[in-house]
C-alpha cells in the first residue's frame, strides 16, 4: 500500500535521527499503524460513536513508541 509505504519511509527517518526508540522495526510499525486506522475506519463506517472513535484514537497514539 502507498500509504504504508510513506509511513515506512517516515519510520526509518525518526530511526535514523534518533527519534524512534531502539528495537523498534519501521516496517512493522508502519504496518501496525496501518491496520490501527483500517480498523478504526472499519468501527466508523459501522456507526460506532464519535466519542468512542475518538477515545481508540487516543489509546492507540498513547501506546505508539515515542520517546
Not at 12 to 28: I, M, N
Not at 47 to 59: K, V, W, Y
Amino acid at each position: 500500500m502507498a500509504g504504508e509505504a510513506v509511513l515506512r519511509k517516515r519510520f526509518e527517518q525518526a530511526r535514523d535521527d534518533g527519534s524512534l526508540p531502539e528495537g523498534v522495526e519501521p516496517r512493522v510499525l508502519a504496518t501496525y499503524v496501518t491496520a490501527l486506522s483500517q480498523g478504526i475506519a472499519v468501527e466508523a463506517a459501522s456507526g460506532t460513536p464519535r466519542a468512542d472513535l475518538d477515545a481508540m484514537i487516543d489509546l492507540a497514539l498513547e501506546r505508539l513508541p515515542w520517546e
